[in-house]
């Protein structure tokens, strides 16, 4: 009888192999985890705008080194993020008493959230 064939050890060494060279050559997505805790707060601003605006008040927010207050509720930033220290307040109109960007940073990167007049807009940039 004649051994033509790969043995069993032999297979599962090639598909290691070929399973190591694979995950080198792909990329993987890099998960932003800072982008997606500012679209959280940039959200929260939000809808802190709005209940200005329905409420007919004026509602503070306040950016601090390790949370946000956001009029009567505290957003506590994820270990290792940190913030710039802003205060500021939407009108009974909705509108911003100030423009300003708030930097943030995480281990791995460094975005700011920038407030601009009037209508109180907030983007990331």
């Not at 032999?10 to 399973?19: D, G, H, R």
């Not at 601003?45 to 004026?58: F, G, H, P, T, V």
Request: charged share 20%; glycine share 4%.
């Amino acid at each position: 009888m004649r051994n033509n064939g790969f043995t069993l050890v032999e297979a599962l060494l090639v598909l290691l192999i070929l399973s190591i060279c694979s995950f080198a050559v792909i990329k993987r997505p890099k998960w932003n985890v800072l982008r997606f805790d500012l679209n959280k707060i940039e959200t929260q601003c939000l809808m802190m705008q709005e209940r200005a605006y329905i409420e007919k008040r004026e509602v503070p927010v306040h950016f601090t080194a390790h949370y946000v207050d956001l009029d009567s509720t505290r957003y506590t930033y994820p270990k290792g993020m940190t913030c710039t220290e802003q205060a500021f307040h939407y009108n009974a109109k909705g509108n911003i008493s100030q423009a300003f960007t708030v930097t943030c940073s995480n281990a791995q990167s460094k975005k700011k959230l920038v407030f601009q007049l009037g209508m109180g807009r907030v983007r990331e940039k």
